[in-house]
């Protein structure tokens, strides 16, 4: 089976691309200032609710009894969205989804006597997980992205950089600028209205001559095979209805019980989400209805490695996400570098723990090292995923496997924390290491500080501030000014 996350396999490891991604300070603004303005938003309405964090429990209880029973409600969605006139059809991995589509595309164009096929696709981030766009290209097949950003990533022949705003790495300027290389302009201003109008404009003719649509989905709901994608562009309303062929791609994780509970959902993900009290669009869809909307309508129900994470507990967790992207505009450390860094088209702390248990560790070993472990990401969880302690798990496993190896077992990292272990259980040793180390250390000390360590600790310092050592340990204080009573209560010197 072919697992494909993005481009992660074929990508540097996260220390290479975010040391690179540090270097270009205009990425950094345009990120830092984008998530702050969300973070903003989002603050102002998460406090207008008394009941937010009763809302939060009540997802993850939701999210976490339908992936104890996921087979069921699964089964009950196909039962339900076939019955409503929709067609089902179930991917093990990227080439058989990919695979499904092509054929579904090509049958639609032949009824549309279309020689070119063409495609309108909106809010679907799975598609770039299996890289559906590439796979159609190399078939003949030209995808159109309607979303703004993603239709600002595709013009860039970028990648995305954010799991709800993907181009938030551009500013207006640079996107005024894609749009007059790619939409044959000669004039644009540089306001948000200019370019809106713009792509508006653009797009219009694409909706109405296009008449096959793909779209992801927000929620899939097994109790009335209904499909549900929320928005707030517009564009998402106009590729589930005008198309004449619909063709939806959901991860098995998307589903939900019950319609009642969008009611839950729909408060916690466009707050978390944009800051947004609603989205302006919520599209809700079920089946066929003649003479209304599609006149066929496929799901594509895409495993790509989600059961194989359903065999461990803590793993499990990782697939409540609900893809708000809360988490990366908490995260220190995507603040810092933006979303390219982690190269997969899953970012921030979310990223850091879906795609190596979707790809497998053996591509994406250095994510889980992407977090300093501060517990923002938990923190602002709109589902209650507990990020910090899935990393730490993750980090588990890779220490494991690489034990299990003559390379790992003599791996700087493994020599010094065996090192450590060792003089942390013999004081005498310990001591004299410290001692040792004082010597040593005037050749890296500058006004209090190291600078320029070699090895593994060079990373360290040469971002962060590193106190020397004292020119007296504790130990050694406490032995020269202790008075010996046997209660060790009194001191000959200072307190």
Not at 59 to 84: D, G, M, Q, S, V
Not at 349 to 376: D, E, H, T, V
Request: charged share 25%; net charge neutral; aromatic share 6%.
């Amino acid at each position: 089976m072919t697992v494909r996350v993005g481009h992660t396999a074929e990508k540097p490891a996260f220390p290479i691309l975010a040391h690179e991604l540090l270097q270009d300070d205009q990425t950094r603004r345009n990120v830092r200032h984008a998530t702050n303005v969300i973070r903003n938003k989002r603050a102002l309405r998460v406090e207008e609710m008394p009941d937010w964090q009763d809302l939060r429990t009540a997802a993850h209880a939701i999210k976490t009894h339908t992936l104890l029973h996921l087979p069921h409600y699964l089964e009950e969605f196909e039962r339900n969205c076939i019955r409503a006139g929709g067609q089902v059809h179930w991917a093990r991995d990227a080439d058989e989804a990919n695979t499904i589509a092509i054929r579904l595309i090509r049958k639609a164009a032949a009824r549309l006597a279309v020689e070119h096929p063409e495609v309108i696709k909106v809010k679907t981030m799975t598609s770039d997980e299996i890289g559906m766009n590439r796979a159609l290209e190399r078939e003949g097949i030209t995808p159109w992205e309607t979303d703004l950003a993603d239709m600002i990533v595709q013009m860039g022949k970028d990648e995305p950089s954010h799991i709800v705003v993907p181009a938030l790495h551009k500013n207006r300027h640079q996107v005024r600028e894609l749009f007059l290389q790619n939409m044959g302009l000669t004039e644009l201003g540089t306001e948000a209205e200019d370019l809106t109008g713009a792509a508006r404009h653009y797009l219009r003719k694409k909706f109405l001559e296009v008449g096959i649509g793909i779209s992801g989905a927000n929620f899939a709901i097994a109790e009335t095979g209904s499909v549900c994608v929320v928005e707030s562009e517009g564009n998402g309303r106009m590729c589930v209805t005008m198309p004449k062929t619909l063709i939806t791609l959901i991860g098995i994780e998307k589903v939900i019980p019950k319609f009642d509970d969008l009611e839950v959902f729909l408060q916690l993900l466009p707050r978390s989400a944009t800051g947004e009290r609603m989205n302006p669009y919520n599209s809700i869809w079920t089946g066929v209805t003649p003479g209304d909307g599609p006149e066929q309508f496929h799901v594509i129900l895409l495993d790509n490695g989600r059961t194989r994470m359903m065999a461990n507990v803590r793993e499990r967790e990782t697939l409540n996400c609900i893809r708000c992207g809360a988490c990366l505009n908490q995260c220190p450390v995507y603040r810092e570098t933006g979303g390219h860094a982690y190269g997969s088209i899953y970012s921030g702390p979310i990223g850091a723990i879906l795609s190596p248990q979707l790809n497998g560790m053996k591509y994406s070993r250095s994510l889980p090292y992407a977090s300093s472990l501060c517990g923002a990401c938990y923190e602002v969880c709109p589902v209650k995923i507990n990020i910090p302690e899935t990393l730490i798990h993750l980090r588990g496993k890779i220490v494991e496997q690489d034990q299990n190896t003559l390379a790992g077992k003599l791996s700087q990292e493994s020599m010094g924390m065996k090192m450590a272990a060792h003089l942390f259980e013999h004081p005498k040793q310990y001591e004299a290491a410290q001692r040792l180390a004082r010597t040593g250390q005037g050749l890296f000390e500058k006004d209090g500080q190291l600078v320029n360590l070699p090895g593994m600790a060079a990373g360290w310092t040469q971002y962060r501030d590193l106190r020397a050592l004292p020119k007296q340990s504790f130990r050694e204080w406490w032995k020269r000014n202790r008075t010996n009573r046997g209660d060790g209560s009194n001191w000959s010197g200072n307190e």
